[in-house]
């Protein structure tokens, strides 16, 4: 059974940049047919997009973001990684990690989840 | 952006009603439209994918249909457990955009 399991600090401060880790289990990274990407929910509110990276690095950003994120993959451990910079408190969320079905080389479903990981940007 | 609405915002039915969900997309996103539970404290699951497909492991108690820019989502007997918060999600563009939800209660 597929695990994903994310992990990094719970607490960042403003201006600092958020890293989280997630590390994949019982299944390769390095899949043609996945990609690998990151999700994310303020407290009480709904799901906001982060990006997708695939095993080869190729990714794609949610514009919003895309001038602050970075995703990479370690092929070799078995996980991925986020890093957002020059955060506020609006970056304050759960952050997941998922497995997402590829769709013309770029993403469809996100079938398998993390249980996510409480970030609170505060200092 | 598609921006994906989704309505209502929350409701509540009894025990084996049949419960329905819509959501509306801002352009036309052919079937390109999964649905996914989320209980309090869980990350979402993947209930329905492609609009109508059922996923591996889910009830057939669940069911989705639509396609162009209408979508609906249907729980046909609602049980204590079914008790979350539902998301539409569109894959027809980037970036992948979620609708706003809809919480589910039993009354």
């Known amino acids: 059974q597929l695990q994903l399991q994310e992990s990094g600090p719970g607490l960042v401060k403003p201006s600092e940049t958020l890293s989280l880790t997630c590390t994949v289990s019982g299944g390769s990274i390095s899949s043609n047919s996945y990609y690998w990407g990151w999700i994310r929910q303020p407290p009480g509110k709904g799901l906001e997009w982060i990006g997708n990276i695939h095993y080869s690095g190729s990714t794609y950003y949610n514009p919003s973001l895309k001038s602050r994120v970075t995703m990479s993959v370690d092929t070799s451990k078995n996980q991925f990684s986020l890093k957002l910079s020059s955060v506020t408190a609006a970056d304050t969320a759960v952050y997941y990690c998922a497995r997402v079905r590829r769709h013309y080389g770029s993403g469809s479903q996100f079938d398998y989840w993390g249980q996510g990981t409480l970030v609170t940007v505060s200092s | 952006d598609i921006q994906m609405t989704q309505s209502p915002s929350s409701l509540s039915a009894s025990v084996g009603d049949r419960v329905t969900i819509t959501c509306q997309a801002s352009q036309d996103i052919s079937n390109y439209l999964n649905w996914y539970q989320q209980k309090p404290g869980k990350a979402p699951k993947l209930l329905i994918y492609?609009?109508?497909n059922l996923e591996t492991g889910v009830p057939s108690g669940f069911s989705g249909s639509g396609s162009g820019t209408d979508f609906t989502f249907t729980i046909n007997s609602l049980q204590p457990e079914d008790i979350a918060t539902y998301y539409c999600?569109?894959?027809?563009?980037?970036?992948?955009?979620f609708g706003g939800g809809t919480k589910v209660e039993i009354k």
């Open positions: 999600q569109q894959y027809g563009n980037l970036p992948l955009t």
């Open positions: 492609d609009a109508s």
